[in-house]
């Protein structure tokens, strides 16, 4: 069956670094766009970047732009979110999701599978 596995959440202080992996399996990896979403506390679900699975075309939310960097490796089905310059409304809980045959889209519901999630924690 479809899982996405997150790893390297984390706690970091405000200005630091991390980088988040999601592991694919039970998919056409090459096959799907792939998005990083994040959930805080009492909020809704929403965008962080995301990447077509034809041209590698990006999303990304204003929030993060110039800071976070998407990126995958097809020949090791994972999805890479590197995260720089952290800021306390980083924190989060984030989740990687898959699109079969989508684009780079910001929308929840256009994606098909999702990831358990990994906590990233930024204090100040």
């Known amino acids: 069956q479809v899982q996405l596995v997150e790893s390297g959440g984390g706690l970091v202080q405000a200005g630091g670094s991390l980088r988040l992996s999601c592991a694919a399996s039970g998919v056409t990896f090459h096959l799907h766009a792939m998005g990083w979403f994040r959930q805080a506390p009492g909020k809704e679900r929403d965008i962080v970047a995301a990447?077509?699975?034809?041209?590698?075309?990006?999303y990304y939310a204003d929030s993060v732009k110039g800071r976070f960097t998407i990126s995958r490796d097809n020949a090791k089905n994972t999805v890479y979110l590197q995260m720089n310059s952290l800021k306390p409304e980083d924190t989060a809980i984030y989740y990687c999701?898959?699109?079969?045959?989508?684009?780079?889209?910001?929308?929840?519901?256009?994606?098909?599978?999702w990831g358990q999630g990994t906590q990233v924690t930024v204090s100040s």
């Open positions: 990447i077509n699975w034809s041209d590698n075309s990006l």
């Open positions: 999701a898959a699109d079969y045959l989508g684009r780079a889209t910001p929308a929840v519901g256009d994606y098909e599978h």
